[in-house]
C-alpha cells in the first residue's frame, strides 16, 4: 500500500467511525475467502459493511472520534462490521459467528459507548429499527381500533332495542 492509499484509508475509516451507529470488531483468523465473500453479501443485504482493518491504520483512524476507545481491540487479524442502525452490524456479525467458530467477536462501540463481546451480543438480541415502529405502529392502532368498537357498541345496543319494541308493537 503506497502512502497516499494509507492516507485514504485513514480519512474512510475515519469517516466511518464516526457517522456509524455502530461498529463490531472481530478476528476472522481461519475463515476462508468464500466464507468471508459470504459474511460481506450478507453483511451488505442487511445494509452495513465489513472491511478488513489494517491495525495500525485504524488506530490512526480511531483517533478524535467518539470510539477512539476501542484501541486495544486491533491486534492480530481483524476485521470491522459496521452500519448506520446501531442494531445491524451486531446481528448479523452474531448470526454468522453462531454458524463459523473462527470469527471471534472482540468488541465494539456504539457512539461513545464501548462495548465488549458481551455487549456486542446483548445488543445483537435488540429488535431492529424496523421492527420497533412496527412494534410501535400496532400499539397505536389498537387503542383506535377498540375506540371503534366500543363508540360503535351503543349505537348496535340501540338498534336491537328499537327492533325490539318493533316486534313487541307488532305482536300486541
Known amino acids: ?8 484509508f485513514v480519512t474512510e475509516l475515519n469517516e466511518v467511525f464516526k457517522a456509524s451507529g455502530s461498529v463490531v470488531v472481530a478476528h476472522y483468523a481461519g475463515v476462508t475467502v468464500a466464507q468471508m465473500n ?5 453483511m451488505r443485504a442487511a445494509g452495513g459493511t465489513v472491511k478488513v482493518a489494517k491495525n495500525r491504520l485504524a ?3 480511531l483517533q478524535g472520534t467518539q470510539s477512539e476507545t476501542m484501541t486495544d481491540l486491533f491486534k492480530g487479524q481483524t476485521l470491522i462490521a459496521y452500519a448506520a442502525d446501531p442494531i445491524t452490524a451486531p446481528k448479523v456479525v452474531m448470526d454468522y459467528a453462531k454458524t463459523n467458530d473462527k470469527l471471534v467477536i472482540l468488541g465494539g462501540s456504539m457512539g461513545s459507548t464501548a462495548l465488549n463481546a458481551d455487549g456486542v451480543k446483548s445488543l445483537a438480541t435488540l429488535p431492529s429499527l424496523d421492527e420497533l415502529r412496527a412494534k410501535l405502529l400496532g ?7 377498540r375506540i371503534a368498537g366500543v363508540v360503535q357498541a351503543p349505537a348496535g345496543q340501540l338498534a336491537r332495542v328499537f327492533a325490539a319494541y318493533a316486534k313487541k308493537d307488532e305482536a300486541a
Open 139 to 145: 400499539m397505536i392502532q389498537t387503542p383506535a381500533t
Open 38 to 42: 459470504d459474511f460481506r453479501s450478507k
Open 1 to 8: 500500500m503506497e502512502r497516499a492509499e494509507k492516507r485514504e
Open 59 to 61: 488506530k490512526i483512524a
